[in-house]
């Protein structure tokens, strides 16, 4: 070894080492480190596996460290803090395992060739003892990561498969780490173990801080299991083990996607599992998972395509499409106007297609269809065959029909400002029916607007597949703002907490970009009404919210009672009501005029004053 300097209290130490000038002195300093650190009990081990974490993660494609022995010696240290609990007990030893797993985790990620490295060092089985819990939550959270990796290449796959409790151990993780989380540290405010404290603040400490990042790690926690799930989920052999109708009812409220954008939560998973027949039959057999997949497909994030193809393979399979088919037709008929969608290119096509080829098949397909399901798609079907017939009108008679369509539709406006809203609702019913298909920016609006009726009439599925055809027909899909609000509310009438604060951070961030007066954020202050719905259902969709309420909840500070979330908010949240309607006070727009938003949009005062601003213009005539 090279003279070190003499201002370093650690011998041989590998800060020091990295400092080494020569290439080729510098790699047989590491190599012996690496060789006899686990071996070593002096104090300051975590230090340099803390340097080597931090190098990890800023370098995970740089093979130096792989050639050198960083596998074997992270595995040597994960056993020793495995067998020897009084070494682990000893100096900042604790954080050792944690950081030696994550450092696999890493180098393992992005690189095949590193993949098969670590499996040739030996760093499954250590990591499959974290995984079982041998330790604490924190090294599972990274021992699922790592072994994530290690299961997503087609040459590791098998050796981490070899472990058959893996997947069991992954399916237990991905249903209970929230629980796991909350009650080994979340709902513990003065007994919280300090290391973890450490690790999920870096330092910097504060209840507050802990707590957030506790929900996040949490969050990981799920989401990497559900990755490392979604590995196996490939393999039909493993179908069976994963298809268990106790874990497919979770999956869909497992959203930890939201905090993890590449993690494919729940929803991600069941992609997997539909994609092959031996996964479709289980999931055909769960209705909350079907209706699960509908609410999904409607909705507006990143992962309403993987539940609409969920939806069209279940379809496809005679196996399954009888026990669907009644669940999925309204949903996929709300869609079928979507023009592309990611990737997905003419996807109302081939949703239109689909429905079609099921009600012919073998002729006798539709008697396994109710009659509400079959009036749905024959009036698709009829839809469809009207833009033939247009394409052949003569280009005067369509202009007749669209301004025949536009009277209907004023005349609709004024039913509603006069409080009439069911014969509003019947008007716009009217004008879509004279309205031409390819005017889609006047059917957009009819849609809304008769979403609108439909929520102050307390029919909130109605509204609900109203504001969805609006937004399908918008261009870009699913950023019409006010269809995205009055979809909200009409989700938070059914109690679905999730898609109604999605719609509503959506219509937040549609308003911050919009140029229309009405809906631009005044001052750059999110409005009132917006505000309280995305703290109510934020509040209602706390991540450890089933959990504190199995467990008791949490004190509040005068003890007074329990909250579930690091802020209890007792606003209550109003929505229209028979009497409202009743009393009058809604507004429509006039042809290409805007209303402005009123004062009494911010004035709480009254109920009729929070119809009028929770529902924005409550009707419109231009997107």
Request: include cysteine; hydrophobic fraction near 40%; charge should be negative.
């Amino acid at each position: 070894m090279d003279k070190i300097p003499s201002d370093c209290p650690y011998p041989g130490c590998f800060f020091c080492v990295m400092k080494e000038g020569n290439p080729s002195k510098r790699r047989t300093s590491i190599l012996k480190f690496f060789r006899e650190l686990p071996a070593q009990d002096d104090d300051g081990q975590v230090l340099p596996v803390s340097g080597l974490w931090n190098t990890a993660m800023a370098h995970p494609n740089d093979p130096e460290f792989i050639n050198l022995g960083i596998f074997e010696c992270m595995t040597a240290l994960i056993w020793k803090g495995l067998k020897n609990r009084l070494w682990l007990s000893h100096d900042q030893n604790i954080y050792i395992p944690y950081y030696a797993a994550h450092i696999i985790g890493s180098y393992s990620m992005n690189v095949e060739e590193f993949a098969e490295r670590a499996v040739h060092a030996g760093v499954i089985p250590p990591l499959v003892e974290l995984l079982r819990g041998r330790l604490t939550w924190v090294e599972q959270r990274v021992a699922v990561r790592a072994l994530g990796h290690l299961a997503t290449y087609s040459s590791t796959f098998p050796a981490v498969a070899s472990h058959g409790e893996v997947l069991e151990l992954a399916i237990q993780l991905a249903s209970s780490s929230l629980e796991i989380v909350y009650s080994h540290f979340y709902q513990f405010l003065d007994r919280r173990i300090s290391y973890h404290c450490d690790l999920l603040t870096r330092g910097m400490g504060g209840v507050e801080m802990e707590s957030r990042k506790a929900e996040e790690w949490a969050s990981q926690l799920q989401c990497w299991s559900l990755q490392l799930i979604n590995c196996f989920a490939f393999k039909p052999e493993f179908l069976f083990d994963i298809c268990k109708p106790e874990f497919l009812v979770k999956l869909p409220a497992m959203w930890g996607g939201l905090v993890n954008e590449n993690s494919p939560a729940g929803i991600g998973l069941l992609h997997t599992i539909c994609q092959h027949k031996l996964g479709r039959g289980p999931v055909a057999n769960c209705p909350g998972v079907i209706e699960a997949l509908c609410n999904i497909a409607r909705s507006s994030d990143d992962w309403q395509y993987m539940a609409i193809d969920c939806l069209l393979w279940l379809l496809e399979d005679q196996s399954t499409s009888n026990k669907v088919i009644d669940k999925a037709a309204p949903a996929l008929t709300d869609l079928a106007e979507i023009s592309a969608l990611g990737d997905h290119k003419r996807l109302g096509d081939t949703i239109v297609n689909v429905l079609q080829e099921r009600c012919q098949a073998q002729g006798t397909a539709r008697n396994y269809i109710s009659s509400r399901t079959k009036e749905q798609i024959d009036e698709l079907l009829s839809s469809r065959q009207r833009i033939k017939w247009e394409k052949n009108m003569p280009k005067e008679d369509l202009q007749i029909k669209q301004a025949a369509a536009l009277v209907v539709k004023l005349e609709g406006n004024s039913l509603f400002s006069s409080g009439d809203i069911s014969g509003a609702a019947s008007k716009y019913s009217e004008a879509l029916a004279l309205c031409p298909m390819k005017s889609k920016k006047e059917r957009l609006v009819l849609y809304s607007n008769r979403a609108q009726c439909y929520l102050l009439l307390q029919q909130p599925l109605a509204a609900i597949s109203d504001a969805t055809r609006a937004l399908c027909l918008h261009n870009p899909p699913n950023r019409h703002a006010k269809s995205l609000w009055r979809r909200a509310q009409a989700y938070d009438m059914l109690g679905l907490v999730k898609e109604s604060l999605l719609d509503a951070i959506l219509f937040i961030n549609e308003c911050s970009q919009s140029n229309d007066p009405d809906l631009s954020l005044r001052h750059n202050k999110v409005p009132d009404y917006a505000e309280r719905l995305v703290k109510k259902q934020m509040h209602a969709a706390w991540f450890f919210r089933e959990a504190a309420i199995k467990h008791g909840g949490i004190p509040t500070e005068d003890g007074s009672g329990d909250v579930y979330g690091p802020e209890a908010d007792d606003s209550e949240w109003e929505t229209a009501s028979e009497s409202d309607v009743e009393n009058g006070g809604q507004e429509a727009d006039d042809n290409e005029e805007n209303v402005d938003i009123r004062k009494d949009m911010y004035d709480k005062s009254t109920t009729k004053d929070l119809v009028r601003g929770y529902n924005i213009l409550l009707t419109e005539d231009a997107p």
